[in-house]
């Protein structure tokens, strides 16, 4: 079974500073690592994933996540915030194969002008 | 590409009614079909797996009898919430995938509300 750890439900970050949200993952298997994006009333949206090619991700909205597995880690990060990076973030994981994936409780981010 | 359609977008109905919901991959054959729920301020968990043309796989927990989902196409499945009452309320969002890919694409959501 896999599971997604997400710490700190909500994270403000000034606008032009550095986003950075964790997520750190259970596995028995090789993991897929998903990082999606949620706005209010809205479904999900991918923002980057990880497959087992190279481990750094680089997704839309210029955000990019690490695969390390020595660290069971899947940060997400992006250099400069902007006001629509407001948003919930979640992280999920998934066996080889993407089904069932297991997603984390979630980021709810908030950009301070 | 990959778009994925929710209907109804929001749903009220009075407790002990039934409420159908749909979704639909619209460019694209979706071989498999997944439903979650969501809390307010919580995450999503997976209710059921639909497979095209066979019966749906539920998660432990997940009412078989409630939470009715059929898969009759390739772009189509339903979730039919019968008997509602207000715990059920909630916000429903299916996912489509074709193949073995293993990306899924989801849908807008739909909010049930049960009074």
């Known amino acids: 079974a896999q599971s997604v750890t997400q710490l700190g439900s909500h994270v403000s970050v000034s606008e032009g500073a550095l986003v950075l949200l964790r997520c750190n993952y259970s596995?028995?298997?090789?993991?897929?690592l998903f990082w999606y994006v949620q706005y209010p009333n809205q479904g999900l949206q991918l923002l980057l994933k990880y497959t087992s090619a190279a481990t750094l991700v680089k997704g839309i909205n210029g955000f990019e996540a690490e695969f390390k597995k020595s660290e069971t880690s899947f940060h997400l990060t992006k250099p400069s915030a902007h006001m629509s990076d407001a948003a919930e973030y979640f992280c999920a994981v998934s066996g080889p194969g993407g089904n069932r994936l297991a997603f984390g409780k979630g980021n709810q981010v908030v950009v301070i002008p | 590409g990959a778009v994925v359609s929710q209907h109804p977008s929001w749903v009220i109905c009075k407790s002990g009614t039934s409420v159908k919901i749909e979704c639909r991959s619209l460019?694209?054959?979706?071989?498999?079909m997944f439903w979650y729920r969501q809390f307010p301020k919580q995450s999503l968990m997976l209710m059921a797996t639909s497979n095209e043309g066979s019966k749906a796989t539920y998660e432990q927990g997940v009412e078989k009898d409630k939470f009715l989902i059929n898969h009759a196409s390739l772009t189509l499945s339903t979730l039919t919430v019968t008997s509602a009452h207000p715990e059920d309320s909630s916000f429903y969002i299916c996912s489509a995938r074709w193949g073995q890919g293993y990306e899924q694409y989801f849908g807008p959501g739909t909010r049930l509300t049960v009074t």
């Open positions: 460019d694209f054959q979706a071989t498999t």
């Open positions: 596995s028995s298997v090789p993991p897929y």
